[in-house]
């Protein structure tokens, strides 16, 4: 029986979370011959990508927080100020990491996730296709992965 070979624990640990992952990224390159590929070159790395809106006084009207991995932006954060919504400025930050990822990094694909009361609209008028759909994440919202062909 497995509860009397093994002790449980719970706590937050940071050193054991670094040891897992090590080792899973270790296993997984073993069995993968394209991460096995990747393993020392450029794209094997997350590498950040933020993309900043300032008003005229410097304050932050929105921005884009995200990264690169292989040939894929991740888009984690869009966020417009209210005041700017509607002015064209999400599909401008959008447009901007796209172009600097394609251009600069390589991508040739976006992918995201957003909630049903955020912009699942916004991005399907920008060229993104629905994927996946989660219902009840978290319960009553419904979570949508969205990607899109960049380069």
């Known amino acids: 029986m497995v509860s009397r070979m093994f002790r449980i624990e719970t706590e937050v640990d940071r050193g054991r979370r670094d040891l897992l992952h090590r080792r899973l990224r270790d296993a997984n390159t073993a069995a993968s011959p394209v991460l096995r590929a990747l393993r020392g070159t450029p794209g094997e790395r997350e590498l950040p990508l933020h993309v900043w809106a300032l008003d005229g006084t410097g304050e932050l009207a929105g921005g884009l927080v995200g990264h690169t991995w292989t040939t894929w932006l991740h888009v984690t954060y869009l966020w417009v100020d209210g005041r700017w919504r509607g002015a064209g400025l999400g599909s401008?930050?959008?447009?901007?990491?796209?172009?600097?990822?394609?251009?600069?990094?390589?991508?040739?694909?976006?992918r995201l996730e957003t909630w049903d009361f955020q912009a699942p609209e916004f991005y399907r008028k920008r060229g993104y296709e629905v994927v996946c759909v989660i219902p009840?994440?978290?319960?009553?919202?419904?979570?949508?992965?969205?990607?899109?062909?960049?380069g």
């Open 92 to 110: 401008q930050l959008l447009a901007t990491a796209e172009s600097l990822s394609r251009d600069e990094r390589g991508c040739v694909n976006s």
């Open 136 to 150: 009840d994440y978290p319960p009553g919202v419904t979570e949508y992965t969205l990607t899109k062909r960049i």
